[in-house]
């Protein structure tokens, strides 16, 4: 993405959120690494309060997943990232009493990501923050979440 074309302004709503043959929101996400691989960019939930990895819906008029993750990382994380690797589908593993209207059955799509910039504002800077850990520390930020354990796990960083 040029610099240029960086809206700065969020996504909001689910009217163009994709679906997939079970109803399941579909959502792409990155694990952004640092250029060495040892370090990983984690962001704070709006939700929880906790350390996620950049990740959201993928839309009806993005071609790609991947496209989807790149916007996800620019809009949550104020990062401009590459694309080095295609970490799968990582189907929902919340028990059914952690659903919600709010926080619907998934399927996640991940994608490892090397930071290429990290830019001083970004749309979500004021509801965010950022910070990278190591990849025993990420571990533990996501020991609650192990859709994003499980993306984390995949990825190449060092251990």
């Keep these: 993405m040029a610099q240029q074309l960086m809206p700065m302004q969020s996504r909001t709503g689910r009217s163009n959120q994709r679906y997939g043959t079970q109803g399941e929101r579909l959502v792409a996400g990155v694990v952004p690494l640092s250029q ?13 309060g906790g350390w996620v990895l950049p990740k959201g819906g ?11 993750a790149c916007r996800e990382a620019w809009e949550e994380a104020g990062i401009i990232v590459k694309i080095t690797y295609d970490l799968g589908l990582i189907p929902e593993k919340r028990k059914p009493e952690e659903l919600s209207p709010q926080a619907p059955k998934a399927a996640y799509h991940f994608f490892e990501a090397t ?29 609650d979440r192990p859709e994003l354990l499980d993306a984390l796990d995949r990825c190449t960083m060092h251990r």
Excluded: M
């Design 58 to 68: 993928w839309e009806t008029d993005e071609k790609t997943a991947q496209d989807a």
């Design 36 to 48: 060495d691989k040892y370090h990983v960019l984690l962001i704070q939930s709006t939700r929880r």
């Design 115 to 143: 930071v290429q910039k990290e830019e001083a504002d970004w749309p979500e800077r004021d509801k965010r923050g950022r910070r990278w850990f190591t990849y025993t520390q990420a571990r533990g930020h996501l020991a």
